[in-house]
């Protein structure tokens, strides 16, 4: 159990690094991230996997993954040899999964959804 403890806490430790350094301009390059920020992303939710933790809805499809148009002509198009992803894409994903920590490990949990109105 502590060894997974380990796991989770080294996860959220790239997660978060991700988060505060994203729009350093070494990682960001036309509202697009790099693809090998998208593998450091997905080593991070494969080590939560591996010890159990469902957390496959945060992944970030192939799909989304593509390479960056460079020139647009009448001669046809040219592609840059990196791929990237849109950024507020992977902000989103990697939002959700913080929030989900947040969520899980604050004591109390806190509440989801709306209480009703209060009785006077």
Do not use: C, W
């Not at 849109?86 to 999964?97: E, G, P």
């Amino acid at each position: 159990m502590e060894e997974n403890q380990d796991i989770i806490l080294r996860a959220y430790a790239v997660l978060s690094s991700l988060r505060k350094n994203i729009d350093q301009p070494s990682i960001t390059e036309y509202n697009s991230i790099k693809s090998s920020y998208v593998e450091e992303f997905h080593s991070a939710l494969r080590s939560l996997e591996e010890i159990g933790m469902n957390v496959s809805q945060f992944h970030i499809p192939d799909s989304e993954i593509q390479p960056r148009l460079l020139l647009s002509s009448s001669e046809g198009e040219r592609y840059s040899r990196d791929k990237y992803v849109r950024k507020s894409y992977f902000l989103t994903k990697l939002d959700a999964i913080l929030m989900y920590f947040d969520m899980k490990t604050t004591k109390p949990p806190k509440t989801i959804g709306f209480s009703p109105p209060s009785k006077q």
